[in-house]
Nanobody, 123 residues
C-alpha cells in the first residue's frame, strides 16, 4: 500500500518554471521505478518522464525533452519534476506513479499513483 503525494503545482506564466515534488511513504520507494504523467481537461493521460531505481536511467516524452528533468533521492523517498519554459499546453494535472517493474512510458505498468497536483500555465 504505497502512498504517493504530489505537491508544487500552481498557476505560472508562460515561460516560467516549476518544480513538482512527489513524496512516498514507507521503505519501498527505492524498489520502485517512478514516472510522471499528466492529464489535461478533455485529453487522455499522457506520459511525461520516468526514471529507474537509481535515477540514472531516464526517459522523456518528446514534448518534455529539453525542458523537463526528472530526478530522485531514495534517501528522501522523493522524486521531482523540474519544468522549465512552460507553455499553456503544459496545463494539466500532474501525477507521480510507481512501478515494481522497469520504468516505462505505459501508464498501465504503474500500480501506485498519487492524487495529482494542478499546473496551470497562463498566456
Amino acid at each position: 500500500q504505497v502512498q504517493l503525494v504530489e505537491s508544487g503545482g500552481r498557476l505560472v506564466q508562460a515561460g516560467g518554471s516549476l518544480r513538482l515534488s512527489c513524496a512516498a511513504s514507507g521503505r519501498s520507494f527505492s524498489s520502485l521505478s517512478m514516472g510522471w504523467f499528466r492529464q489535461a481537461p478533455g485529453k487522455e493521460r499522457e506520459f511525461v518522464a520516468a526514471t529507474g531505481l537509481s535515477g540514472r536511467s531516464t526517459s522523456y516524452a518528446d514534448s518534455a525533452k529539453g525542458r523537463f528533468t526528472i530526478s530522485r533521492d531514495n534517501a528522501k523517498n522523493s522524486v521531482w519534476l523540474q519544468m522549465n519554459s512552460l507553455n499553456p499546453e503544459d496545463t494539466a494535472i500532474y501525477s507521480c506513479a510507481g512501478s515494481r517493474s522497469p520504468f516505462s512510458i505505459d501508464a498501465g505498468l504503474y500500480a501506485y499513483w498519487g492524487q495529482g497536483t494542478r499546473v496551470t500555465v497562463s498566456s
